[in-house]
Nanobody
C-alpha cells in the first residue's frame, strides 16, 4: 500500500522558516519517481510549489529562491525547506508522488498525503 504522510506544518510570523517532511511508503523515492509539493488556500485551486526527480528540482516562480526541495533516501523522505515565509504562503501543503507528464499539474500525480497546515502571520 502506498502512503504519503506530511508533517512539519505550523504557525510562524512573516520572515520565519519551516521545514515540511513527506514520508513515503510503498515505493522508494530514489526509484525515478517524481515527488511534488502543492498547496491549497481556502477558496483557491491547488497550486504547484515544487517537484524533485532524482537530482533535478523545479520550483514555481512564487517560491523560487525561498523554498528548497530535497530528499533523504535513507529515510525515504522528501523535505520542503521554506524560508522568508510570507502571509500569502498560508495554505494546506500536500506532497504527491507519480510520473506526471506535467509536474505542475496536480491531476498527473497518483498518490497524495493528507496535508499539513502552514499559517504565516504578518
Amino acid at each position: 500500500e502506498v502512503q504519503m504522510v506530511e508533517s512539519g506544518g505550523g504557525s510562524v510570523q512573516a520572515g520565519g522558516s519551516l521545514r515540511l517532511s513527506c514520508a513515503a511508503s510503498g515505493y522508494a523515492i530514489r526509484d525515478n519517481i517524481y515527488i511534488g509539493w502543492f498547496r491549497q488556500a481556502p477558496g483557491k485551486e491547488r497550486e504547484w510549489v515544487a517537484t524533485i526527480f532524482e537530482v533535478e528540482t523545479y520550483y514555481s516562480d512564487s517560491v523560487k529562491g525561498r523554498f528548497t526541495i530535497s530528499h533523504e533516501d535513507a529515510k525515504n523522505t522528501v523535505y520542503l525547506q521554506m524560508n522568508s515565509l510570507k502571509p500569502e504562503d498560508t495554505a494546506m501543503y500536500y506532497c504527491a508522488a507519480g510520473w506526471p507528464r506535467d509536474w505542475a499539474r496536480p491531476n498527473d500525480y497518483n498518490d497524495w498525503g493528507q496535508g499539513t497546515q502552514v499559517t504565516v502571520s504578518s
